[in-house]
């Protein structure tokens, strides 16, 4: 039997088991069943692999602005067959289980492909000088594209994050509300109006999270969420191995 | 795992032959495609804290680069691109709910059994607070199969076949516990510790013994004449002789009395002989010899087992190891397990059979000698045993021949070289008085065993 001894992730924010209840529990007696298994959200029927691979290549058709490449002659019909191309490779979602098990660039840069296809996509999509409607259509596609490979990648927080309303509908929302502010018209001398304008978007975010980070820790999560808790209030001794 | 499980029959083909398709959890928690079908070396040591996922990594780098492009070049809808993944990380933060302290047991059942048996590893995870996904890694140990994962809670139930016979390490699991927004994750590595996998023995039932057997009582029928029930002869009576021994129809042919004569039945001493010089493997089936090897070594062994003799066992090759003979059911495992190792410690040197004591290697023994007669050491080793005068019967596993193309005349005539070779070496052993018999691994080891009935193996006489 092999026991991993029980260890303190963050020093400075451990208990004292004497004033912590959780840790107080744990010393009463012997061992029950561990909690009941959480059913895992299932992905949605339409969303497949070949599904994320089109909306990858959507996305970096729509990143390289497609009627202005093709308006460039030979380089831009090759830009747009290499855009085509990458993403036919970089862009189905990478299911491998991470493991840092290589120092290589390019070993690195296979693993990461995803991360690589969605940050190229935006660093073109900025430089391709789109029309208004297409900065939104970037924008939804670069959204889709990291929830269905979340959905893919990430498990069953992806899944579940998939399934529920609030995350697509946050997002959307945020990047619908910053386009839409994006199009006010700004004065063209003025270079404090673009960092004003970057420093409201920031401070809006981060009251955003403040506000979600507060409602999460006090509405508290539960199984009925798919989230794994042992369970301390079950056990009547400590376990060995902890 | 029970005696009775152990000395069930080995069916044809290895237990190699049995493949399992292994499903996305498998495919998984194995990693690379290489490394699942053969052994793996141990990962190196997992970074220790929680740090950033995939997923975080993802979300903040197009975050990120947005926002600075958007900051470079003044396109203000650039940050529109931020806001969404943004927005992702927010709804992801874990809040309070992020274990400080994790904790792992794992508790491996069963840690012996034989090839082509499950063997379960449980892996209780502890940690306070919340977690979203357990995602177990797995580096499986040589000779060892990973067929299923099951994640139940905070409960990782791995599931392993055991595919080939030794002392092997189970492997190590890297458990991977992300946060509940999959933004962080830590690594809880647990070592599954060492299994003793034993091989399946060869289906064998016949034992041949010697032309003398030791002076103990036994099942085997001796020429000797005695108190057993087997048939020998009649001679006259003498004074003291039972009357019920009386051979009425050669008395009565005879006009003297005669007496029934019984053989005596003596148990006997088996040795095996293992080679583990080298382990060669068949280019056209992939059969390995030290597994066929070990595998008609244990049928030997269970065969006179059964028939109450004393079987002992030396394997030459790296280290020399003995057991001297014994008897008993459980003395298959004792054997079983002193040669589990022979795999890890293939050596050079010549082994010497003087260091073996004499108890090792009783005189007048039946020495099995299961070798491929691939290697010139051997020879010496068999010709020193007949030298000492024990009957010794060479059970040979074939390599395999080379393969040579049908259109090149020069290899073929090469290759009936290399046969013709092989058969005087055989010759020269059986003119040694060492009979040569062949097992391919596949058969029935006793169809092989089975003319050495007709007659006792006869020793060199010193």
């Not at chain 2, 058969?423 to 058969?443: H, K, N, T």
């Amino acid at each position: 039997m092999t026991d991993v001894p029980m260890t303190d992730v963050n020093p400075s924010t451990a208990k004292d088991p004497a004033t912590d209840a959780s840790t107080a529990v744990v010393t009463q007696p012997p061992a029950a069943p561990p909690t009941p298994t959480p059913t895992l959200p299932s992905l949605p029927s339409a969303l497949s692999t070949r599904t994320v691979l089109l909306l990858g290549v959507a996305l970096a058709l729509a990143a390289v602005n497609p009627s202005h490449s093709a308006s460039r002659g030979p380089a831009g019909w090759l830009l747009l067959v290499a855009a085509v191309a990458a993403a036919i490779w970089a862009a189905p979602a990478v299911t491998r289980r991470p493991t840092s098990d290589t120092i290589l660039w390019i070993s690195r840069l296979i693993r990461h492909r995803n991360t690589a296809f969605a940050v190229a996509c935006t660093v073109l999509a900025a430089f391709s000088d789109p029309a208004i409607w297409l900065t939104a259509v970037d924008a939804a596609l670069l959204l889709a594209y990291l929830l269905a490979v979340d959905a893919f990648a990430a498990g069953p927080i992806g899944a579940r994050q998939l399934r529920g309303d609030i995350a697509p509908l946050a997002s959307a929302a945020a990047s619908a509300i910053v386009l839409l502010g994006a199009q006010a018209p700004v004065n063209p001398g003025a270079v404090w109006g673009r960092i004003v304008a970057a420093l409201a978007v920031a401070a809006a975010a981060s009251a955003a999270g403040a506000a979600l980070w507060l409602r999460q820790t006090r509405t508290g999560i539960s199984e009925r969420d798919g989230l794994i808790r042992f369970d301390w209030r079950r056990l009547r001794d400590k376990p060995r191995h902890l | 795992m029970s005696l009775r499980s152990a000395i069930r029959p080995h069916s044809a083909g290895s237990p190699h032959d049995s493949a399992v398709t292994p499903t996305d959890a498998v495919r998984r928690a194995l990693g690379d495609p290489e490394t699942a079908s053969g052994p793996a070396e141990p990962p190196p040591a997992p970074a220790p804290g929680w740090r950033l996922t995939e997923r975080a990594l993802r979300l903040s780098s197009v975050a990120l680069t947005a926002a600075a492009l958007a900051l470079i070049t003044g396109h203000a809808w650039l940050l529109a691109l931020a806001a969404g993944p943004a927005v992702l990380l927010a709804l992801g933060s874990p809040g309070g709910t992020r274990p400080t302290r994790v904790g792992a047991r794992a508790n491996v059942e069963p840690r012996r059994c034989f090839e082509g048996e499950p063997i379960t590893a449980r892996i209780d995870l502890a940690f306070d607070g919340l977690v979203g996904w357990i995602d177990p890694g797995i580096a499986p140990g040589p000779g060892l199969e990973l067929t299923d994962v099951t994640i139940a809670g905070p409960v990782v139930t791995l599931v392993f076949t055991a595919r080939r016979w030794g002392r092997w390490s189970l492997g190590t699991a890297d458990v991977d516990l992300h946060d509940v927004g999959g933004l962080r994750r830590r690594t809880v590595r647990v070592e599954l510790g060492d299994v003793d996998i034993y091989p399946l023995p060869a289906e064998s039932g016949l034992t041949p013994i010697p032309t003398r057997l030791p002076n103990r009582l036994g099942e085997h029928t001796a020429r000797q004449t005695g108190d057993g029930f087997e048939f020998a002869g009649v001679r006259p009576y003498a004074w003291g002789d039972r009357q019920r021994r009386i051979h009425w129809p050669s008395t009565t042919r005879r006009g003297e009395i005669q007496i029934t004569q019984y053989a005596a039945e003596r148990a006997t001493d088996a040795v095996v002989l293992l080679d583990a010089f080298g382990d060669l493997l068949d280019p056209a089936s992939g059969r390995s010899t030290l597994d066929d090897s070990v595998r008609a070594a244990a049928g030997i062994t269970r065969a006179y087992l059964r028939s109450h003799d004393r079987v002992g066992m030396v394997s030459v090759g790296g280290k020399l190891r003995w057991l001297q003979p014994g008897t008993g059911g459980g003395y298959l495992y004792r054997i079983v397990e002193t040669v589990l190792e022979v795999r890890r410690d293939l050596g050079f040197h010549t082994p010497d059979l003087d260091r073996v004591p004499a108890p090792a290697l009783p005189h007048g023994a039946l020495v099995y000698a299961i070798t491929p007669l691939a290697d010139e050491r051997i020879l010496d080793v068999l010709r020193d045993l007949a030298e000492r005068g024990n009957p010794v019967v060479v059970v040979e596993i074939p390599t395999g021949g080379p393969r040579v193309s049908p259109q090149d005349d020069s290899a073929q005539v090469a290759l009936r070289l290399w046969r013709l070779d092989r058969e005087a070496l055989r010759f020269s052993l059986v003119e040694r008085g060492m009979p040569v018999v062949v097992w391919d691994g596949a058969g029935e080891l006793d169809l092989v065993l089975a003319p050495l009935l007709r007659t006792g193996v006869r020793g060199r006489s010193r």
